[in-house]
């Protein structure tokens, strides 16, 4: 039984006394762990912010590609109609050209012939 006493002298004289050690020990601890923690969310919160920033730029840029794209096939096509179009009143101006120089010369032939020559000057321009 004095072994008994001894051993509750022991704790009710060390522990007491270690107990302040432990106590600041585990309170850097738990403050280490919760800066840690605080840590560990501020770098997630960034990452994230970087994966979001970099999948809208991601997005933007694809869709400047698409309409890039877009745009040349448009403007290939339009210059294409432009150079038909183009081809079509050369052949027409042609015609009447030619349809004027077979008439009898009257006055108003050469009114239209000048008609002719502006239009024609004007597309080669």
Known sequence: MSEMMTVGCIRKTVIPQQSGVYEALLGKAERERDEARKEKEKWGLYAEKAERERDEA??????????????????????????????????LLKSIDDWNDSMVKEPAD?????????ITEKLEK
């Open 58 to 91: 991601r997005k933007e840029n694809e869709e400047q590609a698409r309409l890039l794209g877009m745009g040349g096939e448009r403007e290939a096509r339009l210059i294409t109609e432009r150079d038909h179009y183009k081809t079509s009143l050369e052949s």
């Open 110 to 118: 050469d009114f239209i012939a000048a008609i002719a020559a502006y």
